[in-house]
């Protein structure tokens, strides 16, 4: 049987997660679902490996990765034969060990995952095998790691839960597999299903824990309605900071072209020349461009969150504040001129 850890563990794990990698973390912003070619599942021990390969490939989309990874099966080492490599060295396995296969990167770059040909297995237990073997070609890929080596292995299975594989985990591991035990791979579900406020994830859980996720869910939808309506107001207030700027320049342009040059104050003389050298090096221009296009980005993304919001606020606060001053500056200069 796996050994446990305990519920805060799991929850710290989700957290640190969830802190590190790229949001959405996925291709699709989903739990996994099994590919149409293994939909009716053999219950026998029999393995084709063109099948798991198929499988690892078709999770390696789902997760981001588009490079496949070799997947070979080999028969079960026993009496502790050598089963494998990680990058601490040889790993041996007892025998009636719960390790089902392993994932090594040898010469850099050079990744395979093993399978091993495990007696009284079904299909559903090598599905959950080649899950937590993808999940650490992913987590090799972002290069993450936990704090603590002793539990990198149960780490891998709550990063399968938080990326959505964590159904594969429920449906294949019990007392001959796997690092957690079932209730904790369910927690591990719950954290990620929260954390991510993915409704989808909550599909494999029940109960109260189905309906706390949902629950926080739609708070997650809510405050993602919310932030949309702040971004969509903040895009059209940078929208009308680049029409200042162009206002800005045109009048520049025709103080520059005329022949008559107002009297100004010292003060005002100076910071004309620190708008036209600004204007001629495109630095501010660029900044509203970059600005705008980073607003329209936020839009778009799923994932954004207060503090993205609050970061281009700020931004377009230092904008606005810039182009106000010169603004004041022009128009008097505009009034000192006159008409055009």
């Not at 070799?70 to 390790?99: F, K, L």
């Not at 891998?156 to 904790?184: E, H, I, W």
């Not at 059209?236 to 520059?256: C, H």
């Not at 104050?265 to 090096?281: H, M, P, Q, Y």
Request: aromatic share 8%; with cysteine.
């Amino acid at each position: 049987m796996a050994p446990s850890i305990p519920m805060s563990r799991i929850s710290e794990m989700v957290q640190y997660l969830h802190a590190r990698l790229p949001k959405p973390p996925t291709a699709i912003k989903a739990r996994y679902e099994l590919p149409s070619f293994l939909g009716n599942e053999p219950q026998t021990a029999e393995i084709h490996p063109q099948h798991l390969q198929r499988l690892s490939d078709d999770i390696g989309y789902f997760l981001g990765l588009l490079k496949s990874v070799p997947v070979r099966v080999v028969d079960e080492p026993t009496g502790g034969n050598w089963a494998g490599r990680s990058g601490e060295g040889i790993v041996y396995q007892p025998e009636g060990s719960p390790v089902g296969g392993c994932f090594w990167v040898t010469g850099g770059e050079l990744r395979e995952i093993l399978v091993f040909r495990k007696q009284h297995f079904v299909w559903r237990q090598f599905f959950a095998i080649v899950a937590h073997e993808c999940t650490h070609n992913y987590l090799y890929q972002h290069r993450i790691e936990w704090r603590n080596p002793q539990e990198s292995e149960p780490f891998t299975d709550v990063c399968s839960a938080y990326v959505g594989l964590g159904g594969l985990l429920l449906r294949g591991y019990g007392t001959q597999l796997g690092y957690l035990p079932l209730d904790r791979v369910r927690d591990a579900i719950y954290y990620s299903a929260m954390q991510r406020g993915l409704r989808d994830l909550g599909e494999d859980l029940y109960g109260l824990p189905r309906i706390l996720v949902n629950l926080c869910a739609w708070r997650h939808d809510r405050k993602r309605q919310r932030l949309a309506v702040q971004l969509k107001a903040l895009h059209v207030q940078v929208q009308e900071l680049r029409g200042s700027l162009q206002r800005i320049a045109t009048t520049m342009s025709r103080v520059s072209q005329g022949s008559d040059h107002p009297a100004l104050s010292v003060e005002d003389g100076t910071k004309l020349v620190e708008i036209a050298n600004a204007l001629a090096i495109g630095e501010t221009e660029r900044k509203v461009d970059t600005l705008l296009r980073d607003t329209l980005l936020a839009e778009e993304d799923d994932e954004v969150d207060s503090v993205i919001l609050q970061a281009l606020t700020e931004r377009t606060h230092t904008l606005s504040h810039q182009l106000q001053k010169w603004d004041q500056v022009v128009q008097r200069l505009e009034r000192s001129i006159g008409p055009p």
